[in-house]
């Protein structure tokens, strides 16, 4: 191999590095949709022109109908009063504009067709960009969630690396150790008391606080006071029968 050839070798693996180093996609595909919303002010423009073409077109066949249907009139009107001279000269010029029409509509119908085949282009110029920036959309939504799925595999794996996990799990571990161990002291400490005591005295303790708070219900008159059983009403009776005999 030739010297030069090697230098050319060298530059081409040059100029293709940079261009590897400058094509970025998420840049080129903006790009490309500026390009693609560039074109349609020109379409646009594009449309306006033959639209305004046909548009001139049927203006100047409107002035020749007019005008063939006035030499109409005058030649019919010069036949009428005997003036074939006159006749014969509006006849010369009905048939120029006649001529004239033909050809005028012969280019109403190409420019009509030409602005219909522009229509055409311009709704699949419009779904086809659609389409496309839709993808290139697509394309660049999945490459950030690429960028950011690769940040966190890189992350989880300078934890894991870092030595962060074992010691998260063993301090973890560790703590659930001490739960329980106190958890089991707690258990252990109340089997030594002597729980039915405590029991009888909350129970002594709600009944006292019950009774206390009749009393005032009673005193205030909240609620009825309650007769005493029949057993005790018939005690009584009979100690009052007892104390009547004594007397």
Known sequence: ?????????????????????????????????????????????????????????EKELAKLKTKENELTAKIKAALKN????IALTYA??????????????GQLKVAQAAYEKAQKVKRAFMLEKERKIQ???????????????????DAM?????????????????KIERDAARAEAKLEMAMDGVGTDMIDIEEDAKALQANETL????????????????PEAAESESQKTIGERETT
Do not use: C, Y
């Open 214 to 229: 009749r009393q005032f219900e009673l005193e205030m008159g909240l609620v009825p006071e309650v007769s005493a059983p």
């Open 1 to 57: 191999m030739g010297m030069w050839e090697r230098i050319k070798r060298i530059f081409r693996s040059i100029i293709g590095w940079f261009i590897e180093l400058g094509e970025d996609p998420e840049l080129i595909l903006k790009q490309n949709i500026r390009d693609l919303e560039d074109q349609v002010p020109a379409l646009n423009e594009n449309l306006a022109m033959i639209k305004a073409q046909v548009t001139l077109v």
């Open 82 to 85: 005997n003036r074939r001279d």
């Open 157 to 173: 794996e300078s934890f894991q690396v870092a030595g962060i996990d074992q010691t998260h799990d063993e301090m973890i571990e």
């Open 92 to 105: 010369t010029t009905l048939e120029e504009v006649r001529r004239e029409k033909v050809q005028q509509e």
């Open 135 to 153: 993808e290139a959309k697509k394309a660049l939504s999945a490459k950030r969630q690429a960028q950011w799925n690769n940040k966190v595999a």
